[in-house]
């Protein structure tokens, strides 16, 4: 048998057994069977659901701290059964955890929770990125390019987040303890009574990944580079609210960019 028929052969089995863990009944070959097999892939069923409860924990730790414990084991458990994870990686779980929470009954009082998740799973997604270093000698392109053929590059893992939730605000409230926290959870409520929308940029300050709280402007343009589109075009969306020379100072300043590229024809 070729190696690719083995691998295939090999996915398939995994296939099954994965319906076999979220229990569902299907034949598969199985070294053990009878009432010794199923007690067996009842405890493999409880140990996957608490890894992936673990682990989704880890990603949405805002999320986490909002429903609590409890209601989060619940949430966790339930979404391993909706999206189960198809990769070895755990890590790489729960990019869907924020829409399916976006129509989950269970939390539809908290409107702002979805875009929270997002939050959260950007600051994962951020620290486990690539690590990648500042291309200096591009930003001459600056002086000399054409705007139209420059394109400005973030780091990997950058992320935006726009909300109509203060999403930057109850981030930042979940990382105080105290009197401190309580002011600013009073803030919150107020911001979320409004509503009042914020953007949030996730950006490596080192190896952690942090929090920016974008104005408008900002954010546009921050949208823009994320989509890559040339510098002119870019410019032009952002308005004339946008400083660049403030942006870039900061950019520099704070690591966000990666460099200056030339777009080809």
Request: glycine share 8%; charged share 25%; aromatic share 8%.
């Amino acid at each position: 048998m070729s190696p690719a028929s083995n691998a295939d052969r090999e996915a398939q089995r995994q296939r099954a057994l994965l319906r076999l863990l979220l229990g569902e009944p299907i034949a598969i070959g199985l070294r053990e069977q009878g009432a010794r097999a199923e007690r067996g892939l009842v405890a493999y069923r409880a140990n996957a659901q608490a890894i992936a409860e673990r682990a989704l924990a880890a990603a949405f730790a805002t999320v986490r701290a909002m429903v609590g414990e409890d209601d989060f084991g619940q949430l966790a458990r339930e979404f391993w059964r909706a999206q189960p994870p198809l990769r070895g990686d755990l890590g790489e779980w729960g990019e869907g955890f924020a829409g399916w929470l976006q129509v989950h009954p269970a939390v539809a009082r908290w409107p702002y929770l979805a875009d929270c998740a997002r939050l959260d799973f950007a600051l994962h997604r951020c620290e486990r990125a690539a690590d990648a270093s500042l291309h200096a000698a591009s930003l001459a392109l600056l002086e000399s390019g054409d705007p139209a053929r420059l394109r400005l590059e973030l780091m990997p893992g950058t992320a935006l987040i726009r909300s109509a939730w203060p999403i930057v605000s109850i981030h930042a409230a979940h990382q105080l303890a105290g009197d401190e926290a309580e002011r600013a959870f009073e803030q919150v409520r107020e911001a979320i009574a409004l509503p009042r929308g914020e953007s949030a940029f996730v950006a490596r300050d080192g190896w952690r990944a942090v929090v920016h709280r974008l104005g408008d402007a900002d954010a546009g343009w921050t949208q823009s580079l994320l989509d890559g589109r040339d510098l002119a075009r870019a410019l032009d969306d952002a308005g004339t609210a946008f400083d660049f020379a403030a942006w870039l100072q900061g950019a520099l300043r704070h690591a966000w960019l990666k460099g200056v590229s030339t777009i080809a024809d």
